[in-house]
């Protein structure tokens, strides 16, 4: 891995990485570099996600609903499985 040293970066670039830093539980570089990549076109790259935050509350009453229907299932033991 190579360094690079950047001088004379906008208050509003580093405030902007510092915000993103903070709300992505990430250190500032790892931040920095993820933006460079991004801007360059490198789509898969730090391709992990981590963050679901923008799915929570989506789901209408009728979905929730539905899916503990589809999933109560989960929610019992199968006896002759687990018998010992």
Do not use: Y
């Not at 040293?5 to 250190?27: C, F, G, N």
């Not at 898969?44 to 589809?70: A, I, P, Q, T």
């Not at 299932?73 to 199968?78: G, K, P, R, S, Y």
């Amino acid at each position: 891995m190579n360094q690079l040293t950047l001088r004379q970066i906008p208050d509003t670039v580093e405030e902007k990485l510092r915000i993103k830093a903070a709300e992505e539980h990430q250190s500032l570089n790892k931040t920095a570099v993820s933006a460079l990549a991004k801007g360059l076109g490198i789509s898969d790259f730090n391709s992990r996600k981590r963050d679901l935050s923008k799915f929570v509350g989506l789901w209408g009453r009728d979905e929730v609903v539905e899916f503990k229907k589809n999933t109560a299932l989960f929610e019992t033991i199968d006896t002759e499985i687990w018998e010992g």
